[in-house]
Each structure stands twice: as C-alpha cells, then as structure tokens.
C-alpha cells in the first residue's frame, strides 16, 4: 500500500500541539514573553548607548551613569536570550521525546492487519529521518526565526517612528513579500512531502535486499536489485533538487523586495534629517543597513519551520493510531 500523504498548508494548530506537549498550555505565551522582553530591553540599550555618546562631552558623572545603565542592560539583555534559548531547546526536546514515545506506543498497539499494509521504509523513515527533525531541527530554526522576527518588527517600528513616510512604502512592500511567501509555502511544502515521501521507497528496498541478500544471489538478480535502487534513489534526489530550487525562486524574489524597502527608507531618512532629528534617523538607516539581509533569513527561516513541521505531521500520524483489540 503506498504511503498516506496529506495535502495543502501544516494546519496552524499542528504548532500548539506539537509545543504544547513540554509543558502544556503555557508554553507558547512563555515563549512569546520572552522574546519580546529580551527585544525590548535590547532597543532600550541601543537607546542609551545613543545618549551616552551625546553625554559624552557633558559631565563626567552623567557619561559614568549612563554607561552603568548601559552596561546593566546589556547583561539584561543576555540573560534574556540565554533564558529565551534554554527554554525553547528545553521544550523542544521534550516534545520530540514524548511524540516519539506516543508514536511508537500507537505503533506496537496497532492490529496486525496494519504491519501487513504499511511498508517496513515508511515506519524505518518515520522514526529515523523525522524524528531526527523533530529532535534537533525544530526548536533550532524556531528559536532563529523568533529573534529574527522580533527584530525586524522592532526595526520597522523604529524606522516609522523615525520617519512616518516610510509607512505608506513599507506596508504594500510588506504585503507583497507576504504573498509572495504564502505563494512559496504552498509549494514547498507539498514538495517537501513528496520528498519524505520518495525516501519511503528506498529504506524499504535497501531493508528488503540486506534480508534476501542469499536468495538474490542465488538467483543472479543482484543487477535488477542494483538498478532498481539507482531508480529510487533518482527519483528520491530529483525530489530533493526541485524543493532546493524553490528555495532558490523565493531568495530571488525577497532580494529583489528588499533593495527597494532600503533605497527608499535611506532615501526618505536622507532628505527628511532635519525634520526627524539626525538621532532617528540615523538610527533608522543602520536598522535598515543591518536587518534587511537578515530578514531575508526570516523569510526563509519562517519557510523552514513549516516545511520542518511536515515532519511532526507525519510523526503525528503514527501517534494517533488508535489502538484496537487484536484479535486472535
């Protein structure tokens, strides 16, 4: 029987299941206060670290003051993200670890009936290849794509602040690279289905020839068995290419978006100096100088988590088996 595939974009609720097996309910808004705190006392450093500049030519105690906040916030800062990071990898891992041990409990309490349908590769590539992302890819890009988040919006905030023309230009460009992301994913991830899909195959083939390996022999079938694995394995790596080369489509189209969200807001930050004030406004141009690479990370970091997240699905799939009486 081939392998079950669903369709379309991972269900947003596949998130909250999947996080909220560590600790339960309160995961999410930990997670969520948490960013949000270390970004906001990270701005409010960056701010200081300005009026300590301006102060620096001032008196000696108002400079020996504002370096102490500075410096204060700075290890604030730190112990934010340090607390940020040891949380996410610590519910992380174990939301892998008891979706590894629910799957593998509604496996063994599966009938018979289901061993006998289901190919030995999909269960061997289910609690290999998935698990693996499960356990060590899940919380490492989401724990990147909320710090670059965070950053970017503070950035844009920021620049708006600094400059309220940059707003009628930033919210379609916004919009459009909203769409264009949203065209991406659903592609990407069908294709990264498909992918996980074709590696099936190939687990079952390599796990059926090691076990008739004598009987193969024996009946001089060893090149079918080698062209027939060259011929999964090609159609396993031409899956791997074309999601590679979607991810190649939407790097372009996010380049090109943001060079135009940069020109234009150094351009406006520029012209309008001496209406802003030359503090914001320089302070915009090095948000804008130093974020739009990295959320062209973001992008493609938010791509990431949901193709990721077709690795909980199926994994999910195996621990929602429900058990049935076996019957004898």
């Not at 948490?34 to 008196?59: D, H, N, P």
């Not at 609690?127 to 970017?152: G, I, P, Y």
């Not at 590679?244 to 351009?267: E, H, M, N, P, Q």
Request: aromatic fraction near 12%; charge should be positive.
């Amino acid at each position: 029987e081939k392998e079950d595939r669903k369709t379309g974009l991972i269900d947003k609720r596949m998130y909250f299941k999947f996080w909220n097996l560590s600790f339960g309910f309160i995961t999410f808004p930990v997670i969520v206060l948490l960013v949000a705190g270390a970004q906001a006392v990270k701005i409010i450093q960056e701010q200081e670290a300005l009026t300590w500049v301006e102060k620096a030519g001032s008196r000696k105690s108002d400079a020996d003051s504002t370096f102490i906040t500075y410096v204060v916030l700075a290890v604030v800062t730190f112990v934010f993200y340090c607390l940020l990071v040891f949380f996410i990898a610590a519910a992380g891992t174990r939301s892998s670890k008891i979706l590894h041990n629910m799957a593998f409990s509604g496996m063994m309490k599966s009938p018979m009936r289901f061993f006998d349908i289901t190919p030995i590769g999909v269960l061997i590539n289910r609690f290999s290849k998935d698990t693996l992302f499960c356990d060590e890819r899940v919380s490492n890009v989401f724990t990147q794509f909320s710090n670059m988040l965070t950053a970017f919006l503070a950035s844009m905030v920021i620049l708006c602040i600094s400059n309220y023309y940059f707003i009628p230009i930033v919210i379609p460009l916004l919009f459009l690279m909203a769409l264009v992301l949203y065209f991406y994913l659903k592609t990407s991830v069908e294709v990264r289905r498909i992918e996980a899909t074709m590696r099936s195959p190939v687990l079952s083939h390599v796990t059926g020839t090691l076990s008739g390996m004598s009987t193969i022999r024996a009946a001089k079938q060893v090149e079918v068995y080698i062209q027939q694995h060259y011929r999964l394995r090609d159609r396993h790596t031409s899956s791997q290419m074309i999601f590679k080369a979607t991810a190649r489509w939407l790097s372009v189209r996010l380049d090109a978006i943001i060079a135009f969200i940069g020109f234009f807001a150094i351009l406006i930050c520029v012209f309008l100096r001496d209406v802003v004030g030359t503090q914001l406004a320089g302070l915009g141009i090095v948000y804008v100088q130093s974020r739009m690479v990295e959320f062209q990370y973001c992008i493609r970091l938010a791509a990431e988590c949901e193709n990721l997240m077709t690795a909980v699905e199926r994994v999910f799939s195996l621990a929602e088996l429900l058990p049935r009486r076996i019957l004898v």
